[in-house]
C-alpha cells in the first residue's frame, strides 16, 4: 500500500513563527503536492513539485515556499505565520501523468494564534 | 480553463436510499475526472476515475459514476447508502499536460440517517 506520512495532525504555532510541515511517501513517486483545505472552499493548491529539486506554483503559492531535496520527502514552509494561514494542510503524491492517482496524508491541522 | 462545479455543500440520505452526488465539469480538452472520499479526520482517498476508457466507471464501496459528454458531467451513484458512507465527497478534472494536476469542486457533505 502507498504510505504519505505528515509529521505532525495538529500543530498550533504564534503569528510570525516560522513553520515548517514535511511529507513523506514511500511508492517512488515523481510528483508531489501541497494542498490546503477550508470549509467551503474546498482543495486549494499551494505548490507542487514533479523532480527533485523542482517546484511550481499552484493556485495560492502567496506567503508559502517548499523544498524538495529528495525524492520522497516534500516540505512546506510557511516563513512568518500568519491567522490567515489557519487550517488543514494536506501533502500528495502520484506518478507522472494526467490520469495518475494522487494518495494523500492524514493532514495537519494548522492553528495560528 | 478547467473547473468543477458541486452543486449544493450538503446531501441527506435515509439509509438504503440512492446516493446522487452531482459534479460538472468545464474544460477546453479531453478531461481526466475523479472522485475523492474523506472520512472525518482522514485523507482522501479514492473512490473511482474515468480516464477515457469505459464511461460508466465503478468504484469501492458500490459507488460509480458515468462520463456523460453531452451534459459535461460525471455524477456518483450507490443504489444504497450505507451509514458508512456518511463523509465529504470531492470530484476533481485533470487533463494531459496538466503534470497530475488536479483541479477540485468545493465538496459535498453526504450524512446518512438511520
Known amino acids: 500500500d502507498v504510505k504519505v506520512t505528515q509529521s505532525s495532525r495538529y500543530l498550533v504555532k504564534r503569528t510570525g513563527e516560522k513553520v515548517f510541515l514535511e511529507c513523506v511517501q514511500d511508492?517512488?513517486?515523481?510528483?508531489m503536492f501541497w494542498y490546503r483545505q477550508d470549509p467551503g472552499l474546498g482543495l486549494r493548491l499551494i505548490y507542487f513539485s514533479y523532480d527533485v529539486k523542482m517546484k511550481e506554483k499552484g493556485d495560492i503559492p502567496e506567503g508559502y515556499s517548499v523544498s524538495r531535496e529528495k525524492k520522497e520527502r516534500f516540505s512546506l514552509i510557511l516563513e512568518s505565520a500568519s491567522t490567515n494561514q489557519t487550517s488543514m494542510y494536506l501533502c500528495?503524491?502520484?506518478?507522472?501523468?494526467?490520469?495518475?492517482?494522487?494518495?494523500f496524508g492524514p493532514g495537519t491541522r494548522l492553528l495560528v494564534l | 480553463a478547467q473547473s468543477v462545479t458541486q452543486l449544493g455543500s450538503h446531501v441527506s440520505v435515509s439509509e438504503g436510499a440512492l446516493v446522487l452526488l452531482r459534479c460538472n465539469y468545464s474544460?477546453?480538452?479531453?478531461?481526466?475526472l475523479f472522485w475523492y472520499v474523506q472520512y472525518p479526520n482522514q485523507g482522501l482517498q479514492l473512490l473511482l476515475k474515468?480516464?477515457?476508457?469505459?464511461?460508466l466507471v465503478k468504484g469501492i464501496n458500490g459507488f460509480e459514476a458515468e462520463f456523460k459528454k453531452s451534459e459535461t458531467s460525471f455524477h456518483l451513484t450507490k443504489p444504497s447508502a450505507h451509514m458508512s458512507d456518511a463523509a465529504e465527497y470531492f470530484c476533481a478534472v485533470s487533463f494531459t499536460g496538466a503534470n497530475s494536476k488536479l483541479t477540485f469542486g468545493k465538496g459535498i457533505t453526504l450524512s446518512v440517517r438511520p
Open positions: 500528495a503524491s502520484s506518478f507522472g501523468g494526467a490520469r495518475e492517482t494522487q494518495y
Open positions: 474515468y480516464t477515457s476508457a469505459a464511461t
Open positions: 474544460s477546453s480538452v479531453p478531461p481526466y
Open positions: 511508492m517512488d513517486h515523481e510528483n
